[in-house]
């Protein structure tokens, strides 16, 4: 009998990554999976329920790279909000374009219905940390509840701008996803710029360019 190969999360990450884009589907079965990548399925089990599991901690992983880099960055770490999550996004759209192939193919089929997604749950989980950790500031209101609402329109806010780029990324064929770069510059700016209430023209310049480029929110 073969040898069985040592597993880990991360093994199991890239085998089924591996699986979907050679055969455009998901595996029929865990035990054909385990079978096919040579590993007991009892270790499947002792780090994922289900493939939809696996899905989940795919973009979480993308996620939790990202940070890693951002803060092994002494730079990084001199950086004001708004530069920390200019830093993030491009840091991010780079881990997605280097696995495009898979991004698209388990979201192209959702395109449209992007923030209901169960998929991207865990990255949405820790997204969110991460803009609390921000620090970013809004208006001084003497109310805990109004706060806590601003807080959670922040939140929010932020999670539908970064569901906006990526829907953006997907329909992106320019070189090296130029007009990517500049759609997360000036979304990122704008969005700074009307929370401390500065002229509207990073508004308008914003909505130039997604006039131009034609882009539509996903429901």
């Given at each position: ?59 979480k ?27 993030f ?62 807080r ?27 007009k ?28 130039k ?11």
């Open positions: 009998m073969a040898k069985k190969n040592p597993i880990s999360e991360q093994n199991i990450i890239s085998y089924y990554m591996e699986y979907v884009l050679e055969h455009g589907a998901q595996p029929h079965s865990v035990y054909s999976f385990v079978k096919a990548n040579n590993f007991e399925e009892s270790k499947f089990y002792e780090h994922f329920g289900s493939f939809e599991a696996i899905e989940k901690q795919v973009f992983a993308f996620f939790d790279n990202t940070v890693l880099v951002l803060n092994a960055s002494e730079e990084y770490q001199l950086f004001d909000a708004r530069n920390k999550l200019l830093s996004y491009f840091t991010f759209f780079e881990n997605l374009t280097a696995n495009r192939s898979y991004v698209l193919f388990a979201l192209k089929q959702h395109q449209n219905t992007l923030k209901g997604l169960k998929v991207l749950s865990e990255l949405k989980k820790g997204f969110i940390q991460y803009i609390n950790a921000l620090d970013i500031e809004t208006l001084d209101i003497q109310e805990e509840r109004i706060n806590k609402l601003q959670r329109a922040l939140q929010e806010s932020a999670w539908v701008q970064l569901l906006l780029t990526l829907k953006f990324w997907m329909d992106d064929s320019s070189p090296s996803f130029e990517t770069d500049i759609f997360i510059e000036k979304s990122v700016n704008t969005s700074f710029d009307v929370l401390n209430i500065t002229p509207l023209k990073s508004v308008i310049d914003l909505g360019f997604l006039f131009k480029e034609k882009i539509q929110m996903p429901k």
